[in-house]
Protein backbone atom coordinates (compact mmCIF):
# COMPACT_ATOMS: atom_id res chain seq x y z
CA UNK A 1 0.00 0.00 0.00
CA UNK A 2 2.65 2.23 0.44
CA UNK A 3 4.11 1.46 -2.37
CA UNK A 4 1.25 2.82 -4.29
CA UNK A 5 0.55 5.49 -2.64
CA UNK A 6 4.38 6.55 -2.98
CA UNK A 7 3.77 6.16 -7.08
CA UNK A 8 0.35 8.37 -6.69
CA UNK A 9 2.34 11.12 -5.03
CA UNK A 10 5.46 11.01 -7.66
CA UNK A 11 2.73 10.83 -10.64
CA UNK A 12 1.08 13.95 -8.93
CA UNK A 13 4.01 16.61 -10.27
CA UNK A 14 3.92 15.54 -14.61
CA UNK A 15 -0.41 15.41 -13.64
CA UNK A 16 -0.05 19.15 -12.26
CA UNK A 17 2.63 20.03 -14.93
CA UNK A 18 0.09 18.36 -17.20
CA UNK A 19 -2.71 20.41 -16.29
CA UNK A 20 -1.23 23.72 -15.95
CA UNK A 21 0.55 23.73 -19.23
CA UNK A 22 -3.23 23.51 -20.58
CA UNK A 23 -4.99 25.71 -18.45
CA UNK A 24 -1.94 28.54 -19.30
CA UNK A 25 -2.01 27.82 -23.23
CA UNK A 26 -5.94 27.88 -23.48
CA UNK A 27 -6.06 30.96 -21.23
CA UNK A 28 -3.21 32.95 -23.60
CA UNK A 29 -4.74 31.45 -26.61
CA UNK A 30 -8.60 32.62 -26.00
CA UNK A 31 -9.83 35.36 -27.83
CA UNK A 32 -9.28 39.26 -26.51
CA UNK A 33 -6.64 39.30 -24.09
CA UNK A 34 -5.49 42.50 -21.39
CA UNK A 35 -3.73 44.11 -24.33
CA UNK A 36 -6.66 44.35 -26.12
CA UNK A 37 -8.41 45.82 -23.07
CA UNK A 38 -5.96 48.64 -22.47
CA UNK A 39 -6.40 49.34 -26.04
CA UNK A 40 -9.81 49.60 -25.73
CA UNK A 41 -9.56 52.33 -22.90
CA UNK A 42 -6.85 53.80 -24.73
CA UNK A 43 -9.16 54.61 -27.82
CA UNK A 44 -11.70 55.22 -25.53
CA UNK A 45 -9.66 58.21 -23.73
CA UNK A 46 -8.49 59.43 -27.30
CA UNK A 47 -11.50 59.87 -28.66
CA UNK A 48 -13.22 61.50 -25.44
CA UNK A 49 -10.32 64.02 -25.12
CA UNK A 50 -8.85 64.31 -28.56
CA UNK A 51 -5.90 61.99 -27.66
CA UNK A 52 -4.88 63.55 -24.48
CA UNK A 53 -1.42 64.47 -25.57
CA UNK A 54 -0.68 60.89 -25.35
CA UNK A 55 2.55 60.22 -28.24
CA UNK A 56 1.49 57.48 -30.69
CA UNK A 57 -2.42 57.75 -29.83
CA UNK A 58 -4.89 59.01 -32.19
CA UNK A 59 -8.46 58.91 -33.37
CA UNK A 60 -7.95 56.40 -35.68
CA UNK A 61 -5.72 53.96 -33.52
CA UNK A 62 -2.43 53.05 -31.59
CA UNK A 63 1.02 53.39 -33.15
CA UNK A 64 2.83 50.20 -33.36
CA UNK A 65 5.17 51.59 -30.82
CA UNK A 66 3.11 51.71 -27.84
CA UNK A 67 1.46 48.07 -28.74
CA UNK A 68 4.86 46.95 -28.75
CA UNK A 69 5.52 48.64 -25.43
CA UNK A 70 1.95 46.99 -24.04
CA UNK A 71 3.55 43.80 -25.28
CA UNK A 72 6.69 44.52 -23.35
CA UNK A 73 4.82 45.24 -20.20
CA UNK A 74 2.48 42.44 -19.72
CA UNK A 75 5.18 39.62 -21.15
CA UNK A 76 3.50 39.22 -24.73
CA UNK A 77 6.93 39.90 -26.65
CA UNK A 78 8.23 35.97 -25.87
CA UNK A 79 6.69 32.67 -27.31
CA UNK A 80 4.13 31.25 -25.74
CA UNK A 81 6.08 28.42 -24.08
CA UNK A 82 9.22 30.60 -23.13
CA UNK A 83 6.51 33.21 -21.47
CA UNK A 84 5.37 29.55 -19.57
CA UNK A 85 8.70 28.53 -18.79
CA UNK A 86 9.25 31.53 -16.85
CA UNK A 87 5.45 31.71 -15.21
CA UNK A 88 6.11 28.03 -14.14
CA UNK A 89 9.49 28.96 -12.71
CA UNK A 90 8.06 32.16 -10.61
CA UNK A 91 5.40 29.24 -9.30
CA UNK A 92 8.12 26.85 -8.27
CA UNK A 93 8.63 30.48 -5.38
CA UNK A 94 4.94 30.95 -4.89
CA UNK A 95 5.19 34.09 -7.38
CA UNK A 96 1.78 33.68 -9.15
CA UNK A 97 3.05 37.66 -10.52
CA UNK A 98 1.15 40.92 -10.99
CA UNK A 99 -3.00 41.73 -11.13
CA UNK A 100 -3.60 43.48 -14.45
CA UNK A 101 -6.23 44.99 -12.65
CA UNK A 102 -5.66 45.13 -8.69
CA UNK A 103 -1.80 46.49 -9.88
CA UNK A 104 -0.90 43.78 -6.79
CA UNK A 105 0.59 40.58 -6.04
CA UNK A 106 -1.73 38.04 -7.32
CA UNK A 107 -1.24 35.85 -4.21
CA UNK A 108 -2.26 39.38 -2.07
CA UNK A 109 -5.35 40.05 -4.07
CA UNK A 110 -6.33 35.46 -3.70
CA UNK A 111 -6.23 36.36 0.37
CA UNK A 112 -8.53 39.73 0.51
CA UNK A 113 -11.02 37.19 -1.10
CA UNK A 114 -10.31 34.37 0.70
CA UNK A 115 -11.45 34.53 4.20
CA UNK A 116 -15.08 35.00 2.98
CA UNK A 117 -15.34 32.19 0.50
CA UNK A 118 -13.08 30.02 3.46
CA UNK A 119 -15.86 30.98 5.89
CA UNK A 120 -18.93 29.50 3.84
CA UNK A 121 -16.46 26.76 2.39
CA UNK A 122 -15.76 24.92 5.81
CA UNK A 123 -19.42 25.52 7.15
CA UNK A 124 -21.22 24.37 4.49
CA UNK A 125 -18.92 20.87 4.08
CA UNK A 126 -19.28 20.15 7.79
CA UNK A 127 -22.86 21.32 7.82
CA UNK A 128 -23.55 19.20 4.79
CA UNK A 129 -22.22 16.11 5.95
CA UNK A 130 -23.60 16.48 9.63
CA UNK A 131 -27.19 16.84 8.12
CA UNK A 132 -27.24 14.48 5.07
CA UNK A 133 -25.04 11.34 6.88
CA UNK A 134 -28.13 11.23 9.43
CA UNK A 135 -31.06 11.81 7.15
CA UNK A 136 -29.98 9.61 4.54
CA UNK A 137 -29.56 7.22 7.28
CA UNK A 138 -32.89 7.47 8.50
CA UNK A 139 -34.68 7.96 5.18
CA UNK A 140 -33.29 4.23 4.06
CA UNK A 141 -34.06 2.60 7.61
CA UNK A 142 -37.86 4.28 7.19
CA UNK A 143 -38.06 3.77 3.34
CA UNK A 144 -41.39 4.30 1.97
CA UNK A 145 -42.91 6.22 5.00
CA UNK A 146 -44.69 9.50 4.86
CA UNK A 147 -41.02 10.94 6.59
CA UNK A 148 -38.75 9.29 3.69
CA UNK A 149 -41.14 10.93 1.51
CA UNK A 150 -41.92 14.08 3.08
CA UNK A 151 -37.79 14.63 3.35
CA UNK A 152 -37.72 13.86 -0.41
CA UNK A 153 -40.06 16.68 -1.43
CA UNK A 154 -38.11 19.03 0.45
CA UNK A 155 -34.59 17.97 -0.82
CA UNK A 156 -35.66 17.82 -4.22
CA UNK A 157 -37.47 21.25 -4.22
CA UNK A 158 -34.31 22.65 -3.00
CA UNK A 159 -32.24 20.85 -5.59
CA UNK A 160 -34.27 22.20 -8.54
CA UNK A 161 -34.52 25.97 -7.10
CA UNK A 162 -31.20 28.01 -8.88
CA UNK A 163 -29.39 29.93 -6.35
CA UNK A 164 -30.98 33.29 -7.94
CA UNK A 165 -34.14 32.44 -7.25
CA UNK A 166 -33.76 31.28 -3.83
CA UNK A 167 -31.55 34.42 -2.83
CA UNK A 168 -34.31 36.49 -4.19
CA UNK A 169 -36.94 34.92 -2.57
CA UNK A 170 -35.02 34.83 1.12
CA UNK A 171 -34.27 38.15 0.69
CA UNK A 172 -38.38 39.02 0.14
CA UNK A 173 -39.13 36.88 2.98
CA UNK A 174 -36.20 37.77 5.75
CA UNK A 175 -34.63 40.66 4.43
CA UNK A 176 -37.30 43.25 4.52
CA UNK A 177 -38.04 43.10 1.32
CA UNK A 178 -41.87 42.49 1.86
CA UNK A 179 -42.46 40.29 4.87
CA UNK A 180 -40.00 40.13 7.56
CA UNK A 181 -36.48 42.10 8.46
CA UNK A 182 -34.81 39.44 10.26
CA UNK A 183 -31.11 39.25 8.59
CA UNK A 184 -29.13 41.61 6.74
CA UNK A 185 -28.82 41.17 2.59
CA UNK A 186 -25.79 42.57 1.98
CA UNK A 187 -22.40 42.51 2.99
CA UNK A 188 -19.79 40.01 4.94
CA UNK A 189 -20.00 42.51 8.07
CA UNK A 190 -22.11 45.91 9.36
CA UNK A 191 -20.59 49.13 9.13
CA UNK A 192 -19.63 49.30 12.94
CA UNK A 193 -17.68 46.14 12.73
CA UNK A 194 -14.28 47.10 14.07
CA UNK A 195 -15.59 48.78 17.16
CA UNK A 196 -17.33 45.82 18.22
CA UNK A 197 -16.24 42.94 21.41
CA UNK A 198 -15.23 39.62 19.49
CA UNK A 199 -17.89 37.57 20.74
CA UNK A 200 -19.42 40.77 19.06
CA UNK A 201 -17.96 40.11 15.64
CA UNK A 202 -18.86 36.92 15.78
CA UNK A 203 -22.37 37.31 16.36
CA UNK A 204 -22.46 39.94 13.75
CA UNK A 205 -20.58 37.87 10.88
CA UNK A 206 -23.19 34.51 11.50
CA UNK A 207 -25.58 36.87 11.24
CA UNK A 208 -24.98 38.09 8.09
CA UNK A 209 -24.14 34.68 6.77
CA UNK A 210 -27.54 32.72 7.38
CA UNK A 211 -29.45 33.89 4.16
CA UNK A 212 -26.18 33.29 1.69
CA UNK A 213 -25.42 29.95 3.82
CA UNK A 214 -28.50 28.57 3.28
CA UNK A 215 -28.40 29.46 -0.63
CA UNK A 216 -24.99 27.35 -0.48
CA UNK A 217 -26.30 24.48 1.51
CA UNK A 218 -29.47 23.72 0.11
CA UNK A 219 -28.72 22.06 -3.44
CA UNK A 220 -26.26 20.11 -1.81
CA UNK A 221 -28.68 18.19 0.47
CA UNK A 222 -29.99 16.29 -2.38
CA UNK A 223 -26.88 14.91 -3.63
CA UNK A 224 -25.79 13.69 -0.56
CA UNK A 225 -28.96 12.39 1.12
CA UNK A 226 -30.21 10.09 -1.76
CA UNK A 227 -26.19 8.77 -2.26
CA UNK A 228 -26.48 7.78 1.58
CA UNK A 229 -29.76 6.44 1.47
CA UNK A 230 -29.39 4.49 -1.51
CA UNK A 231 -25.97 2.78 -0.45
CA UNK A 232 -27.61 1.64 3.22
CA UNK A 233 -30.38 0.05 1.41
CA UNK A 234 -27.90 -1.43 -0.92
CA UNK A 235 -25.67 -2.96 1.80
CA UNK A 236 -29.41 -3.97 3.77
CA UNK A 237 -30.27 -6.15 0.77
CA UNK A 238 -26.92 -8.28 0.55
CA UNK A 239 -26.19 -11.83 1.36
CA UNK A 240 -24.27 -11.08 5.09
CA UNK A 241 -26.35 -8.69 6.94
CA UNK A 242 -29.16 -11.64 5.94
CA UNK A 243 -26.73 -14.34 7.29
CA UNK A 244 -25.97 -12.16 10.60
CA UNK A 245 -29.56 -11.29 11.38
CA UNK A 246 -30.18 -15.02 11.11
CA UNK A 247 -27.76 -16.10 13.45
CA UNK A 248 -29.83 -14.00 16.27
CA UNK A 249 -27.92 -10.69 15.82
CA UNK A 250 -29.67 -7.42 17.01
CA UNK A 251 -30.54 -5.35 13.81
CA UNK A 252 -28.75 -2.68 16.01
CA UNK A 253 -25.33 -4.18 15.97
CA UNK A 254 -25.64 -5.54 12.39
CA UNK A 255 -26.24 -1.94 11.60
CA UNK A 256 -23.95 -0.55 13.26
CA UNK A 257 -21.06 -2.94 12.98
CA UNK A 258 -21.23 -4.36 9.24
CA UNK A 259 -23.66 -1.85 7.45
CA UNK A 260 -23.35 1.69 8.59
CA UNK A 261 -19.17 1.17 8.09
CA UNK A 262 -19.73 -0.44 4.16
CA UNK A 263 -22.43 1.74 3.31
CA UNK A 264 -19.80 4.62 4.20
CA UNK A 265 -17.50 4.21 1.35
CA UNK A 266 -18.62 5.83 -1.75
CA UNK A 267 -18.98 9.34 1.04
CA UNK A 268 -15.69 8.86 1.52
CA UNK A 269 -15.03 10.23 -2.64
CA UNK A 270 -16.28 13.38 -1.21
CA UNK A 271 -14.71 14.09 1.44
CA UNK A 272 -11.39 14.13 -0.55
CA UNK A 273 -12.77 17.01 -1.80
CA UNK A 274 -12.14 18.79 1.86
CA UNK A 275 -9.55 21.26 0.66
CA UNK A 276 -11.56 22.54 -2.28
CA UNK A 277 -13.78 24.18 0.59
CA UNK A 278 -10.68 26.81 0.94
CA UNK A 279 -11.55 28.35 -2.80
CA UNK A 280 -15.55 27.82 -2.41
CA UNK A 281 -17.73 30.27 -4.26
CA UNK A 282 -20.97 31.01 -6.10
CA UNK A 283 -20.91 33.92 -8.42
CA UNK A 284 -24.49 34.06 -8.37
CA UNK A 285 -24.66 34.12 -4.62
CA UNK A 286 -22.06 36.65 -3.61
CA UNK A 287 -23.61 38.76 -6.34
CA UNK A 288 -26.98 38.57 -4.81
CA UNK A 289 -25.52 39.32 -1.19
CA UNK A 290 -22.88 41.47 -2.35
CA UNK A 291 -19.96 39.18 -0.96
CA UNK A 292 -16.49 39.86 -2.07
CA UNK A 293 -15.40 36.31 -2.53
CA UNK A 294 -13.57 33.68 -5.19
CA UNK A 295 -16.68 33.28 -7.29
CA UNK A 296 -16.78 37.16 -8.03
CA UNK A 297 -13.04 37.51 -8.00
CA UNK A 298 -12.68 34.35 -10.75
CA UNK A 299 -15.50 36.53 -13.00
CA UNK A 300 -14.25 39.48 -13.07
CA UNK A 301 -10.78 38.25 -13.85
CA UNK A 302 -11.99 36.17 -16.43
CA UNK A 303 -14.22 39.11 -18.12
CA UNK A 304 -11.01 41.82 -17.54
CA UNK A 305 -8.80 39.35 -19.10
CA UNK A 306 -6.36 39.41 -15.92
CA UNK A 307 -4.78 35.91 -16.65
CA UNK A 308 -2.04 36.33 -13.75
CA UNK A 309 -5.17 35.75 -11.34
CA UNK A 310 -7.18 32.87 -13.40
CA UNK A 311 -3.89 30.99 -13.47
CA UNK A 312 -3.10 31.59 -10.27
CA UNK A 313 -6.94 30.36 -9.17
CA UNK A 314 -7.24 27.77 -11.78
CA UNK A 315 -3.53 26.04 -10.88
CA UNK A 316 -4.12 26.09 -6.97
CA UNK A 317 -7.65 24.92 -7.30
CA UNK A 318 -5.66 22.24 -9.75
CA UNK A 319 -3.17 20.88 -7.12
CA UNK A 320 -6.37 21.11 -4.24
CA UNK A 321 -7.67 18.68 -6.25
CA UNK A 322 -4.90 16.29 -7.26
CA UNK A 323 -4.18 16.25 -3.60
CA UNK A 324 -8.10 15.65 -2.71
CA UNK A 325 -8.40 12.69 -4.84
CA UNK A 326 -5.32 11.22 -3.24
CA UNK A 327 -6.64 11.79 0.35
CA UNK A 328 -9.82 9.90 -1.17
CA UNK A 329 -8.20 6.71 -1.93
CA UNK A 330 -6.51 7.38 1.85
CA UNK A 331 -10.38 7.37 3.31
CA UNK A 332 -11.23 4.34 1.32
CA UNK A 333 -8.28 2.30 3.33
CA UNK A 334 -9.65 3.53 6.69
CA UNK A 335 -13.05 3.08 5.91
CA UNK A 336 -12.78 -0.72 4.74
CA UNK A 337 -9.18 -1.79 5.14
CA UNK A 338 -10.02 -4.86 2.17
CA UNK A 339 -9.45 -2.34 -0.50
CA UNK A 340 -5.74 -2.99 -1.83
CA UNK A 341 -5.01 -0.47 -4.36
CA UNK A 342 -1.57 -2.22 -4.99
CA UNK A 343 -3.27 -5.10 -7.14
Same mark, same amino acid.
Given at each position: ?????????? &???????? &?????????? +?? @??????????????????????? &???????????????????????????????????? !??????????????? @????????? %??????????????????? $???? $????????????????????????????????????????????????????????????? @??????????? %????????????????????? !???????????? $??? =??????? =???????? +????? &????????????????? !??????????????? +???????????????????????????? !???????????? @???????
Amino acid at each position: MAEYFLRRVL &IMLPTFLG &ITLVIFVVIN +LA @PGGPIEEMLREIRFGAAAGGGGG &IRGITHEGVSQEILDELRRQYGFDKPLLVRYGIWLA !NLARLDFGTSFIYDE @PVIDVIAGK %FPVSLQFGLVSFFATYLVC $IPLG $IAKAVKDGSPFDTATSVVVFVGYSVSPIMLGILLIVLFGGGSFLDWFPISGATSDMYELLS @PWEKLADRAHH %FVLPLFCYLIGNFATLTLLMK !NAVLDEIGKAYV $ITA =RSKGLPD =RVVFARHV +LRNAL &IPIATGLGGFLSVFFAG !NLFIEQIFSLDGMGL +LFYQSLLARDYPVLLGLLSVLSLVLIVG !NLISDFLYILVD @PRIDFAK
